[in-house]
T-cell receptor, first 115, second 111 residues
Framework: SAVISQKPSRDICQRGTSLTIQCQVD?????MFWYRQQPGQSLTLIAT?????????ESGFVIDKFPISRPNLTFSTLTVSNMSPEDSSIYLC????????????FGQGTRLTVV | DQQVKQNSPSLSVQEGRISILNCDYT??????FLWYKKYPAEGPTFLIS?????DKNEDGRFTVFLNKSAKHLSLHIVPSQPGDSAVYFC??????????FGTGTRLKVLA
């Protein structure tokens, strides 16, 4: 299993500002993902972070709002841009090996509150 | 459209008894299912998985049952322990990397 470190663990931000969340993995992994868990909701996939190229976004999520970087196989960032209170959520980094039927591992999450 | 549903938001069980958490899905193309446990202020932790070619998978106190005809899976925890108190998520995938998660069931094991 991979050990995933996410920073910050929590933050309170003013609306209109941006926050960058970092995800560091202790080993090279093929696939990295960013999820969001809104209060009382399930985990929703935001995007797949692709090394050296643009992330692949799910329906309802766009690069201007959630720019993602992945400069190498162990690190990724997610930025939540121009925040509003509706962006208050837990944001989770996840990794898994490419291939069928492999489990995903998660970071501890970043609890974001926008005021 | 919620493709993976956990209809019980919460469940309380006495220590030592069996905990049964349920999950229903609507997409018959799903072929891999997983259960995760989540404590407050932590990320989800993988518990157990099952492929659609099986109907049961066991790992220690945890057993997952899959009923493909009913599009239903369940997680059994026997015996339940206070440390099992957490939110449990089921997830499903259909041959791709994308997991669809349920909304979770909060399990409380009473000492």
């Amino acid at each position: 299993s991979a050990v995933i470190s996410q920073k910050p663990s929590r933050d309170i931000c003013q609306r209109g500002t941006s926050l960058t969340i970092q995800c560091q993995v202790d080993s090279q992994v093929t696939m990295m993902f960013w999820y969001r868990q809104q209060p009382g909701q399930s985990l929703t996939l935001i995007a797949t972070a692709n090394q050296g190229s643009e992330a692949t976004y799910e329906s309802g999520f766009v690069i201007d709002k959630f720019p993602i970087s992945r400069p190498n196989l162990t690190f990724s960032t997610l930025t939540v841009s121009n925040m509003s209170p509706e962006d208050s959520s837990i944001y989770l980094c996840s990794v898994r090996d490419r291939g069928m039927n492999t489990e995903a591992f998660f970071g501890q999450g970043t609890r974001l509150t926008v005021v | 459209d919620q493709q993976v549903k956990q209809n019980s938001p919460s469940l309380s069980v006495q220590e030592g008894r069996i905990s049964i958490l349920n999950c229903d899905y609507t997409n018959s193309m799903f072929d891999y299912f997983l259960w995760y446990k989540k404590y407050p202020a932590e990320g989800p932790t993988f518990l157990i998985s099952i492929s659609s070619i099986k109907d049961k998978n066991e790992d220690g106190r945890f057993t997952v049952f899959l009923n493909k005809s009913a599009k239903h899976l369940s997680l059994h925890i026997v015996p339940s322990q206070p440390g099992d108190s957490a939110v449990y998520f089921c997830a499903a995938a259909s041959g791709t990397y994308k997991y669809i998660f349920g909304t979770g069931t909060r399990l409380k094991v009473l000492a």
